[in-house]
């Protein structure tokens, strides 16, 4: 198994353990190895939003769907953490972001 797989599947352990720091860390190590890997930065967004971490789990979200455009769940998933991110802050901005993002899946899915 690539390095950079193996980096994923131990910081999904430690995520499903609870041990969110040290996921984020592993998720890291693993997007270092390949900038690419869309995997890390999609769980990344999970991670960080669930540490309050809002802008970066943003930042994650919106990677996975530079990376992977034309897959609608990207988008949903997208849509989810915006959903969050406004849980989170009360931002009423991450609404519109959110409904923007899930457009683009439902157009995707057509």
Sequence with gaps: M????????????L??????EEAVDKYLAAIEEDPK???PHSALAVVYG?????EEAV?????????EPNDP??????SVTYQRA?????????IQLAEEAMERARMLQS
């Design 37 to 39: 890997f869309a995997l």
């Design 59 to 67: 930042k994650h979200a919106r990677q996975v769907c530079e990376l």
């Design 86 to 94: 406004f849980a989170g802050t009360g931002d009423q901005a991450y």
């Design 50 to 54: 669930r540490l309050n971490r809002h």
């Design 2 to 13: 690539e390095k950079k797989h193996s980096l994923y599947d131990a910081g999904d352990k």
């Design 15 to 20: 995520k499903d353990e609870g041990k969110l």
């Design 73 to 78: 769940f990207s988008y949903t998933a997208m």
